[in-house]
């Protein structure tokens, strides 16, 4: 079993990330933010119009996340045996198809189905963009790369809600998923006439069902592994509760209005650019694992202030700092958590990629079920999940990977 010290991966070949590539790599992973963000401001809006129950209305954001989880499964091998570039066109071209279907549902139980598999296939892009990336770069400049492209991603949930709340005002909600619908088209057509293949051929192997699940297993057996998927995918459910439930919070309960929204949401986006942005200048220094800490234990704070404010009835934006501070420091969770990871399967890219996304999403749904079947009548439910994942990725990285590491530490010397 590798460790996570003194790993020697295999040497990654001169790659320049370009202005370029990190357009087109921004856009593939904008496509999930602008089909989970956009239409929050909406949410209200489509309960009211199918007659049914804001937690049934939720149950759609949910069983997308459900079918992201399950779909990373099968993208990730997939692409280590067959390439990167057909996995991410099939994936897209799925997820256009279901952007339709979604715009003509005419009830939640279709809406719900459709959103599942629009999920599953436009999973394909956060596994593929993450190997992809892998494939070109070491662990720190993999960290501060997609740090850059998480820059260019975050413009996606900075928008998404400001044109879902005016586009759901001005033409309704079905509006919104023909634009996605468009969106996927655009990212179609970069994908297939700018994006290059970097997995060679050489370099694949066969896919067998026996093998894969060998790697899985191998994975699942480390630790320090699950240590720091479970720190990042606890971080990243935090942030899915508060999408859960924000939008009803913000506009049902402290009476926000939908154009507002958007205007709220982006607060969290900005301090997720700067705190991106410090990532990606400070990585190279700092290290990723020093990285990690900060944004852990930001998020901790960050969760139980929002606890305090509920106390304290300190009111909306009692709420709101907190949450902004959560949010912002997602990326940089991710992204070293990530990178320390991969650095460990160089040659199972894709794989790991898989496992790690499809443990984050999959807890992340859960949580998500749980704040949904709460009546949403205060912002105690959505706060408390905040603040419990807050604590359960700081245990996952301190009380699993960290304190894994040393002990591998002390018995090397």
């Known amino acids: 079993m590798k460790n996570f010290v003194n790993v020697k991966t295999n040497p990654q070949p001169a790659q320049q990330l370009t202005l370029l590539l990190i357009f087109i790599l921004g856009g593939i992973s904008a496509l999930t933010p602008f089909a989970i963000d956009m239409y929050l401001p909406a949410m209200p809006e489509i309960a009211r119009d199918l007659l049914v129950s804001p937690g049934a209305v939720q149950q759609t954001l949910i069983a997308y996340t459900a079918g992201f989880a399950i779909g990373q499964l099968f993208h990730g091998p997939i692409s280590d045996s067959y390439g990167r570039r057909p996995v991410l066109i099939v994936g897209i071209v799925f997820f256009l198809v279901g952007a339709v279907f979604c715009a003509l549902a005419d009830d939640i139980e279709t809406l719900t189905y459709v959103r599942a598999a629009q999920g599953f296939f436009g999973s394909a892009g956060a596994v593929v963009v993450q190997a992809l990336v892998r494939d070109m770069f070491d662990k720190e400049e993999f960290s501060r790369s997609m740090s850059f492209i998480t820059l260019v991603t975050t413009l996606a949930p900075l928008l998404a809600p ?30 297939v006439f700018l994006l290059p293949e970097t997995l060679p051929t050489k370099n694949r192997p066969v896919l067998r069902i026996g093998s894969t699940l060998r790697n899985y297993i191998k994975i699942l057996n480390s630790k320090q592994s699950l240590g720091y998927i479970f720190a990042s995918g606890f971080s990243f459910a935090g942030m899915f509760a508060f999408l859960t439930a924000g939008s009803f919070v913000y506009i049902d309960y402290y009476g926000v209005s939908s154009e507002n ?29 020093t990285m990690l800490k900060i944004g852990i234990l930001i998020q901790l704070v960050a969760g139980l202030s929002l606890i305090g404010a509920q106390v304290l009835e300190l009111g909306l934006w009692g709420t709101v700092i907190p949450i902004v501070f959560y949010v912002g420091t997602i990326s940089v969770i991710g992204s070293n958590a990530m990178a320390i990871v991969l650095s460990v399967y160089p040659q199972q890219a894709g794989t790991a990629s898989s496992i790690a996304g499809t443990l984050r999403f999959a807890i992340a749904t859960v949580v998500g079920l749980i704040v949904a079947s709460v009546h949403q009548d205060s912002a105690w439910p959505m706060c408390i999940a905040i603040a419990l994942c807050s604590v359960l990725s700081s245990i996952s990285y301190w009380g699993f990977a960290l304190s894994s590491t040393k002990k591998t530490l002390k018995n090397a010397s």
Do not use: D, P
């Open 162 to 191: 400001m044109i879902g709340g005016y586009l759901s005002l001005w033409l309704g909600w079905r509006s919104l998923f023909w634009l996605l619908a468009v969106l996927a088209g655009l990212v179609i057509l970069m994908v």
């Open 261 to 289: 929204f958007g205007f709220l949401f982006g607060l969290n986006i900005l301090c997720l650019i700067l705190m991106t942005s410090l990532n990606g200048k400070f990585v190279r220094k700092a290290g990723s694992e």
